[in-house]
Every structure is written in C-alpha cells, then in structure tokens.
C-alpha cells in the first residue's frame, strides 16, 4: 500500500511553494487530495497494468504498492495542475486589471512564463507517461493477436 502521503511530499518539493504550509491542515489536505486525483485522471488511461482508482479514500492511500515511477509521474502531474491553476489566478488578475495598470504590475510577464511552462511541463507528463505505456508493452502478445498465430 502506499499512502497518499508519499505522492504528496514528492509534489511539495517539485512545487517548492510554501503557500501550503500557511493553510491548515485540513484545507491543504483537500488541495493535495483535489491535485492527486485530476493527477489520477491524467494518468490512468497509460495504466494498463495497475488501478489507480483503487484506493481508500478514509484511510488515503493506494490498495496497492506504487513504485517511483508511478509515484514521480503522478507527483508530476500534480505539479502540472497546481501550474495550472496558477496561471489561472494570474489570467483573474490580468482581467481585473486594465492592461496598462497589469503591465505595471508585470514587468517580467508573469503570465507568459507561466504559459510556457506549462507547455513544457505537459510535453514532458505527456511523454513520460507514453513512456511507461509502452515500457509495459508486451510487443510479442501483440505481434501475435495482430496476425492471428
């Protein structure tokens, strides 16, 4: 079983933002949980090997050991939800602000770093979780069922 715990303290280090620590306890446990499983969801359909979706919600963990791959794409993809909220709440920001009162406010472009990050975050979710699609692809079963022997 891996707890859900162990995902999480994987995220905080890549999201190094200490806005969670400020929260309490039970809403940054409901922030972290919310990322997992849109995490989750990103995820399963590579995983034709083990459920992500079987868990226990009450005790928060997975009903299965998940190794680190699985744990660091998983972490990967919370990171990439948590950027895309961030750019969220820069986009909100931007709209209240008239675009001269938000350049001010910008200088360094806040938002279109952000937006390049995120592309480069998702390419690389993306290719590593093709990446573990294909490493649990058994190539020969495959070949078979394609011509029938």
């Known amino acids: 079983m891996t707890e859900f715990a162990d ?3 994987r995220f905080l280090i890549k999201a190094e933002s200490y806005s969670f620590l400020e ?3 039970e809403n940054r446990e409901h922030v972290l949980k919310s990322y997992l499983f849109d995490a989750i969801a990103r995820f399963q359909p590579f995983c034709d090997d083990i459920d992500l979706n079987d868990y226990d919600e ?3 963990c997975f009903n299965q050991t998940l190794d680190n791959t699985i ?3 998983l972490a990967e993809n919370m990171a990439l939800v948590w950027l895309k909220k961030q750019i969220t709440r820069e986009e909100t920001l931007r709209n209240m602000l008239n675009e001269k009162d938000y350049s001010a406010f910008s200088p360094a472009n806040l938002l279109n770093a952000l937006n390049d990050a995120y ?3 998702n390419s690389e979710c993306y290719s590593f979780m093709n990446d573990y699609s294909l490493s649990k ?3 020969m079963k495959l070949f078979n069922e394609v011509f029938k022997r």
């Open 7 to 9: 995902v999480y303290e």
């Open 23 to 25: 929260l309490k306890v």
């Open 58 to 60: 009450d005790i928060e």
């Open 71 to 73: 744990i660091y794409i």
């Open 119 to 121: 592309k480069e975050l």
């Open 137 to 139: 692809l058994d190539t």
